[in-house]
């Protein structure tokens, strides 16, 4: 029996973590068609793009969308439940936001399954590190805080609409349960990893520069790296990405610190494969480009909160795939460092361990949970 299938993500701008997880769910469901709130299929490979229908809500017309999306978050809870979904037999959401909120046709029996990246960060646990980024004066605080509050209820009344809620780690499982007080089953993203060409050198070079990989925003903390690297003058610090932050970081960064900008997915994966070792310095919910330098044979410094303590093998495992530190303190990481390089990896089990989030992985546990529901 076929089904109709539609398939809700939040806003497509960018091909980040988010979008890829959206192209396998794509790829699972190759008839769905595909509904956002704002944005193009731009945002996903070419062979997407041609396959699926896009349908976008009321706010893409609106002027500038792309660039005041942020501050039209309030109207974003009655554009989901707009989205026009009747005669679709099931929904798969993909939410860090708001999709998990959009309104399955109950009365046709339709199901509606969520792929959660994260209850909306900048309403719970975020918040205080959002509302910090930009100093306001007392009445503008009151309100911010006011609508985040709003948002907050809005939020739980929607979590509850899913049938069954998927979470991208424990991490995230733990956040739902407190957050939205419902339960939900852990499916790892898929991660591509490379190929036998990346294939990692049995002994990394000690003058390779240490790598790292993000968008340059404030809540990645590359701040901290650059920092930290001030007190190992001897050692290199390339960082690949670009952002708003990327002034800022110029401006504060040493010498043995150089700046990337965009980097391509190929050339990121050859910087993972040569470098020393791979930094992350925030909290991710679950952090792909972690497992991709694993998959790299590339061992991994990271700040042990969050996803990394599920992606990573520390120390205290037989078999190490990197290595935590807990304190975020430029000094103190600079010394982590230094005992990070008295320690051996070794690149056969940073790739087996990537393996266990590959993409098959994903596809057989995204296929099982839509099966269960739907019998």
């Known amino acids: 029996m076929s089904i109709r299938v539609a398939i809700v993500h939040d806003w497509l701008t960018a091909a980040g973590g988010a979008e890829r997880v959206l192209d396998r769910i794509c ?23 041609r396959a699926h ?15 005041l999306y942020r501050g039209l978050a309030p109207l ?91 979470a991208n780690s424990q991490f995230i499982r733990e956040r739902i349960g407190r957050c939205w007080s419902r339960e939900s089953q852990v499916v790892y993203p898929p991660v591509v990893l490379p190929g036998a060409a990346f294939d990692p050198p049995r002994a990394r070079d000690p003058r390779a520069p240490y790598l790292s990989v993000c968008r340059l925003v404030g809540y990645k903390r590359v701040d901290l790296l650059v920092k930290a690297f001030a007190y190992l003058p001897d050692r290199q610090l390339w960082v690949a990405g670009d952002g708003p932050e990327m002034g800022a970081l110029r401006r504060m960064a040493s010498p043995n610190v150089r700046f990337l900008g965009w980097v391509h997915d190929e050339e990121v994966r050859s910087l993972m494969s040569e470098c020393r070792a791979f ?42 795939t990197g290595m935590f530190f807990e304190t975020r303190d430029p000094e103190a990481l600079a010394n982590t460092i230094m005992d990070f390089e008295r320690c051996d990896f070794s690149p056969d089990d940073c790739r087996e361990q990537a393996h266990r989030f590959s993409p098959d992985v994903f596809d057989t546990s995204l296929r099982h949970a839509v099966s269960a529901l739907l019998s």
């Open 27 to 49: 790829r699972a469901f190759p008839q769905a068609d595909l509904f956002t709130l704002f944005g193009s299929l731009e945002a996903l490979p070419p062979d997407l793009a």
């Open 279 to 320: 930094l992350q310095a925030s909290r991710e919910d679950f952090g792909i480009s972690v497992v991709e330098a694993q998959g790299c044979g590339t061992p991994v410094l990271a700040y042990g909160r969050g996803g990394a303590r599920e992606t990573v093998r520390g120390i205290d495992d037989p078999r190490p």
């Open 76 to 166: 974003m809870p009655s554009a989901v439940e707009r989205l026009n979904l009747r005669g679709y037999d099931l929904v798969i959401s993909s939410s860090w936001a708001f999709a998990h909120g959009a309104l399955a046709d109950r009365a046709q029996g339709a199901r509606h399954v969520a792929y959660v990246h994260s209850p909306m960060r900048w309403a719970w646990d975020m918040k205080e590190e959002y509302l910090s980024r930009t100093p306001l004066p007392f009445g503008l605080r009151q309100l911010a805080e006011a609508r985040l509050a709003r948002l907050r209820e809005w939020d739980v009344k929607a979590a509850q609409r899913p049938d069954v809620l998927l």
């Open 53 to 67: 229908r896009l349908q976008a809500s009321w706010m893409q017309a609106l002027p500038g969308i792309r660039r």
